[in-house]
């Protein structure tokens, strides 16, 4: 799979799609601080979150000036353009596509009018009623002429901007605050306009958003790690169904929906930075807990415990503590890659995952093994992986996975592969077990995984592992990422959105499955 930046993902297999991350946003108003470069650092911070284009929008309080392009934060800003972008106010962006495809249109942040001026709008998170805000957008507009939708953003993030736009002599406070109580799904916004830093989190608070506090004003972003790189003390949380405004008259909050907090339980399994706190649980050490728990759940006599870098990295030190089976490094990554502008030839790809990890095999030779990963998706990655360490001379391969089998796809802002391609959906653990060729394979429980957050099971989401959705979802026609690219699908059939044979929407849901669905 090539990122849109053009360089090669950094999937451990050419062509395994594995958990892709929803986006990060991060916003600052903090007079006589250099806010482009502030912001840099926190979408640096936040690089993880979304890796295909970046973005800043920053105002002096009379223009707001605006720089995307696809690729890395790194790659889209240097020193020059960071100094053109003066102001006291920005938010930025670090993207995956979520709806929309990854094109420079659908960089954010977006910019749009509205009736006092501009906003620029920065988004993570999906919402799951994009056809039917399109419609509100035609109905209101007419097919756009102007501004994003009109450029070709296929996103619901232009959605919004689009619907901001508000009425003659309203304020953006005003009208965010009619519109964000009509919007479903998942989502957490920083936008502002040429005065204001504002931020809003969904009802359920899917994704995180988190509030700090600099010495000469304040900041909004996705997680605590990008408070810490710019310098900023955390403050709480943003509260599910939270506003808040920034200005010159200091910070002020408003609800416009009441809070059913329901936070991704994969924020803690694998999307969030390990340095990251969620709800007061450090990320790291929910993951160590994860691990011990599947220790207990599932032991096993091995000689050496080993993680599969770096995402099982936590898990495998929890495992090995709790299991009293030494911890090792049983493989090396390459860590520049995914750097690579040159795609492999045929016979470099038929090695597969040895492109971005390596056997040691003066440590694996002989030894029992018990391999930690946090999540198994299609399964290609782990099956790769199992049959490298055996011709590398392990003895025994006992693969340990730190969350359930995922079996539903997720639309609150993760791309997992298509319930179709889930290896977990429709067999067994055994059946999985003999597809990856693992000598045995152990998933932690629910119970184990929930509790390891330190969460109240009723404030979590955990969809992709139960098919239990907290925000009810529209019909399948109408969801999926490619929604608005099918917009004049939407138009001619008056939101009756047909996915077509291509779209990965045909897979996702069976007659039984919305049933199923809560």
């Known amino acids: 799979m090539v990122r849109g930046d053009g360089k090669l993902s950094h999937d451990l297999l050419p062509g395994e799609k594995g958990p892709q991350d929803a986006c990060g946003v991060f916003g600052v108003w903090a007079p006589g601080e250099e806010v482009a470069k502030l912001t840099y650092f926190g979408l640096y911070a936040l690089q993880h979150r979304g890796q295909e284009s970046a973005g800043i929008a920053t105002s002096d309080g009379q223009r707001i000036n605006v720089y995307k392009d696809m690729g890395l934060v790194s790659q889209v800003f240097d020193e020059t353009t960071l100094n053109t972008l003066n102001g006291h106010i920005a938010v930025g962006h670090c993207r995956y596509s979520t709806t929309g495809g990854s094109t420079w249109a659908n960089a954010q942040p977006t910019l749009g009018a509205t009736a006092a001026g501009t906003v620029a709008l920065a988004h993570n998170g999906n919402l799951t009623n994009s056809a039917e805000l399109y419609e509100k957008v035609i109905e209101k507009f007419g097919k756009p002429a102007r501004g994003e939708l009109a450029q070709g953003n296929t996103t619901d993030t232009a959605l919004v901007t689009a619907l901001l736009a508000g009425e003659p002599g309203q304020t953006l406070e005003e009208r965010a605050m009619e519109l964000l109580p009509k919007l479903r799904g998942a989502f957490c916004f920083t936008f502002m306009d040429e005065t204001t830093l504002y931020a809003a989190r969904d009802n359920a608070g899917v994704r995180p958003l988190v ?77 160590v807990e994860m691990g011990r728990r599947l220790a207990r759940e599932h032991p096993v006599e091995a000689d050496l415990v080993i993680p599969t870098p770096e995402s099982g990295t936590p898990a495998a030190i929890g495992y090995a503590e709790a299991s009293g089976i030494p911890y090792g490094q049983g493989l090396v990554k390459n860590a520049y890659v995914g750097r690579t502008f040159i795609q492999p030839s045929q016979t470099i790809r038929q090695l597969g995952i040895r492109l971005k990890l390596n056997p040691l095999k003066d440590v694996v030779q002989g030894k029992r093994l018990v391999v930690i990963d946090d999540s198994i998706v299609r399964g290609n990655t782990q099956r790769a992986l199992v049959r490298m360490l055996r011709e590398a001379g392990a003895a025994e391969v006992h693969v340990r996975i730190s969350s359930p089998p995922i079996k539903w796809p997720c639309f609150y802002g993760i791309d997992f592969a298509t319930r179709a391609e889930l290896i977990a959906n429709g067999i067994g653990i055994d059946d999985v077990r003999a597809s990856l060729g693992a000598d045995t394979l152990g998933y932690i429980s629910e119970d184990g995984m929930i509790e390891a957050t330190e969460q109240p099971r009723e404030r979590l989401c955990t969809a992709c592992f139960t098919g239990q959705y907290p925000i009810e979802l529209p019909d399948a026609k109408r969801l999926g990422k490619n929604v608005l690219e099918r917009g004049e699908q939407v138009e001619q059939d008056h939101g009756s959105c047909d996915p077509g044979p291509d779209s990965d929407l045909e897979n996702l849901l069976t007659d039984d499955d919305k049933k199923e669905r809560v």
């Open 211 to 287: 509030l700090g506090r600099l010495e000469r004003g304040w900041v909004v972003a996705s997680e605590t790690a990008a408070l810490d790189i710019v310098g900023a003390s955390f403050v709480r949380e943003i509260e599910p169904g939270e506003f808040i405004a920034v200005d010159e008259n200091g910070l002020r909050s408003q609800r416009f929906a009441e809070k059913k907090p329901a936070g991704c339980v994969f924020e803690y399994v694998y999307l969030a930075r390990p340095d990251t706190s969620i709800n007061g649980r450090s990320i790291h050490a929910a993951r």
